[in-house]
């Protein structure tokens, strides 16, 4: 009789354990999921801000975006000749790069790419920020590379036709093409004064970027194909600048776990006296 | 120990039904764990006012719990007793920690998908009248404009597409604009993306606001073009 009771004894709370394992497990479960963002890995030393080959890069995680040609506004492009980007980022507490990687089988003077950012809090319509009929908009911050240029130009706009270069140029920019493979990055300051104009990269939160790239190649006429408002644009995405590591939810697991002992403790001793 | 033996039977077999087997009925989906858990901690409160309804079950439930956790007379389950006993708080210091991490999940944004249409374009009906001409010439209008994106095949695959987010409707989809009026996509078509309320993110969408370039009349027949071609009717009053 007692044997059996023992076994089913050891079952039953074999049972227990499993289950509040299945639970808990189950409950921290997380979902792995597309890219949807990029994550800026905290680096210690400097961050290559003009090595769009630098060894560091394979320390950054890639995120892939797809592209579409512009067709929101005049003038469109029905087909443009990059199709996804790669994204990769890298920064120390104080700078931040951005490399942009996609295949153009020629190198052309014409050959150019952009990140855009929401500046502050307002949302931004990723076209330029064009004004929205029923909410209302902020600037964005368009960080320019163009081969023939061989450097960056940092603008903003407020919708369609009053994208300007800023009288602050703060972003640096440099494109190595190869392969068929252009990689392009570009650097700045985590965050600057320019709050009104540019974006302020807050380690640890996540912002909006977009990508756009013009493929610079001429139509046998000689023609630009790909110039202006005729490129090759994503939709908004998330960039985030990795935080410092933070240990607290260490301290507060060792809180929980030092009130649940206690509460244990006292249960049991309750227990005990009151039999 | 009988006494104790059904509930964690039940509690056991209402997990596995929750976890692995609603999912696979037809027509549901897997459900989140804090409802797992929700529905558990309901089914073990029932499980407790039943078992203490009277004072011989309140004892026969309450009596190895309380045996087993102050360690008397349990012979061989004193080993388990101590597992518990360190594993409980490990498990809630466990579950602390991963309710406090930061996420890595970019914060979630809920969009609207037909959020509602200024009072002006709200039971408008079709002033074009539905001859095949004028749907043929809707189609036309509707590959020259619309089709780079919402796609040859009315399906929201056109080439255009890939890149953007929210991805264009998809008229063959039962649940857009066959449940919509006539008049709604007169609104969509006309305003575009940056004609959406706040609840529809107007800043993420690519659809043009084509009332800049493209008179009403054209607009009227590439609605009639699109719901023949998608084979659905709009949504009516009745």
């Given at each position: 009789m007692k044997p059996a009771n023992q076994m089913r004894g050891r079952v039953l709370c074999g049972g227990i354990g499993v289950l509040m394992a299945m639970i808990v497990g189950g409950a921290t479960l997380s979902f792995a999921q597309e890219s949807v963002s990029v994550r800026a890995t905290l680096m210690t030393g400097?961050?290559?801000?003009?090595?769009?080959?630098?060894?560091?890069?394979?320390?950054a995680p890639p995120a892939t975006f797809p592209m579409s040609p512009q067709v929101h506004w005049q003038n469109r492009i029905q087909e443009a000749t990059v199709k996804d980007v790669i994204v990769r980022a890298l920064h120390d507490g104080k700078q931040v790069a951005v490399l942009v990687e996609y295949s153009d089988p020629t190198q052309d003077p014409d050959d150019a790419a952009a990140l855009e950012f929401m500046v502050g809090d307002k949302k931004a319509h990723f076209a330029h920020g064009q004004p929205m009929l029923q909410v209302e908009g902020g600037p964005v911050n368009i960080w320019f590379w163009k081969n023939k240029a061989g450097k960056a130009v940092d603008m903003s706009a407020?919708?369609?036709?009053?994208?300007k270069p800023q009288e602050h140029q703060d972003v640096k920019a440099k494109g190595v093409y190869s392969n068929g493979t252009w990689k392009v990055v570009f650097a700045r300051d985590l965050s600057n004064g320019h709050v009104e104009d540019d974006v302020q990269i807050t380690p640890g939160q996540f912002i909006s970027i977009a990508f756009a790239v013009w493929d610079g190649r001429k139509d046998g006429a000689g023609d630009l194909v790909e110039k202006g408002s005729q490129k090759a644009v994503s939709s908004w995405w998330y960039f985030r600048a990795d935080a410092p590591p933070d240990y607290s939810g260490y301290m507060y697991a060792a809180i929980a776990a030092a009130l649940a002992l206690g509460f244990q403790f006292v249960l049991i001793r309750k227990l005990k006296k009151g039999q | 120990m009988g006494a104790l033996g059904k509930p964690i039977i039940l509690m056991v077999a209402m997990y596995v039904f929750l976890k692995f087997v609603l999912p696979n009925i037809p027509g549901s989906a897997p459900l989140p764990s804090s409802l797992i858990f929700l529905y558990l901690l309901l089914t073990a409160s029932g499980i407790v006012i039943f078992e203490t309804l009277s004072g011989e079950s309140k004892d026969a439930f309450w009596g190895p719990i309380q045996r087993f956790l102050t360690g008397e007379n349990i012979r061989g389950l004193q080993a388990l007793r101590y597992g518990v006993l360190i594993l409980f708080p490990i498990l809630v210091g466990w579950q602390t920690y991963g309710s406090t991490a930061v996420s890595d999940l970019p914060p979630t944004e809920s969009r609207t998908i037909h959020p509602a249409p200024p009072g002006e374009y709200t039971g408008l009906s079709n002033p074009v009248p539905k001859t095949p001409e004028n749907i043929m010439q809707g189609k036309g209008f509707y590959a020259a404009y619309?089709?780079?994106?919402?796609g040859g095949n009315f399906d929201g695959k056109g080439p255009a597409a890939r890149g953007f987010i929210p991805a264009p409707a998809n008229f063959a989809d039962p649940t857009t604009i066959a449940m919509l009026q006539e008049s709604y996509l007169f609104w969509r078509i006309k305003?575009?993306?940056?004609?959406?309320?706040i609840e529809g993110a107007p800043w993420k969408s690519a659809m043009p606001r084509w009332e800049v370039e493209l008179p009403d009349e054209w607009i009227w027949k590439i609605i009639m073009g699109e719901y023949d071609g998608a084979h659905q009717s709009p949504r009516t009053w009745e």
């Open positions: 400097g961050v290559p801000i003009d090595d769009p080959t630098a060894a560091a890069w394979s320390s407020k919708g369609f036709g009053t994208l | 619309c089709s780079p994106c919402h305003k575009g993306g940056v004609g959406l309320p």
